[in-house]
């Protein structure tokens, strides 16, 4: 069941540029996600903001998370090429038993 | 440092072989999870375990099982491998934390994946 969805699909930006990426979810959650994956690999956790946090930095990269509008993004700052690489949010829906949900991905490349 | 190995980058066999895909991870982690990334459908969930010896289905578990018979390792079965689970698959790891049994939604540690093809 797909949970959260990314938006949009791809993105091209120039080196330096900042790129910001959407994430929008169906349902309450306790919190969201961001991993990044480069080609051919596995998923690489980026950071992690809970249902009660608005905001929140790691190096780069700020995560905005409005509950209200049930959707968070992601904004990566002076963009480098080795940024470029495919950006899934994961959704940690409430309630019992629940799984992370992952996204389908963003493919952001940055051009040097 | 954080470590979750899985024991071929690239598989290819023939239909109606049996596969076994394994994984190790080395953080002591409670859960573990399979996945399959196919373009277009992006990861879905096959079985996730939670301790040793138990597993849960994913929202795609036709056509394959697991085992875990260690607490490091996870390992999943394709019986009979048919060509239409050619696919990425990635396994991944996380704490039980401050979440109950049967609920995994800490922060996951993939591995490199296995790019799997049936012939």
């Known amino acids: 069941s797909q949970q959260g969805e990314e938006d949009p699909q791809a993105l091209s930006i120039q080196e330096g540029e900042n790129a910001t990426m959407n994430c929008s979810y169906k349902t309450s959650i306790n919190n969201l996600q961001w991993y990044r994956q480069n080609s051919g690999r596995g998923l690489v956790h980026l950071i992690l903001?809970?249902?009660?946090?608005r905001e929140k930095h790691s190096g780069r990269l700020r995560v905005t998370l409005d509950t209200s509008k049930k959707s968070s993004s992601l904004l990566i700052t002076a963009s480098r090429a080795a940024d470029t690489a495919s950006y899934f949010c994961a959704t940690d829906p409430t309630g019992a038993n629940s799984k992370l949900t992952f996204g389908k991905g963003i493919t952001l490349s940055v051009r040097p | 440092d954080v470590k979750v190995t899985q024991s071929s980058r690239y598989l290819v066999k023939r239909t109606g072989e049996k596969v076994f895909l394994e994984c190790v991870q080395d953080m002591d982690h409670e859960n573990m999870f399979w996945y399959r990334q196919d373009p277009g459908l992006g990861l879905r969930l096959i079985y996730f375990s939670y301790d040793v010896k138990m597993k849960e289905k994913g929202d795609i578990p036709e056509g394959y099982s697991v085992s875990r018979e260690k607490k490091e390792r996870f390992s999943l079965i394709l019986e009979s491998a048919s060509t239409n689970q050619t696919s990425m698959y990635l396994c991944?790891?996380?704490?039980?934390?401050?979440?109950?049994?049967?609920?995994?939604?800490?922060?996951?540690?993939f591995g490199p994946g296995t790019r799997l093809t049936v012939l």
């Open positions: 903001i809970r249902s009660n946090e």
């Open positions: 991944a790891s996380s704490y039980l934390g401050e979440l109950r049994r049967g609920t995994a939604t800490d922060t996951q540690y």
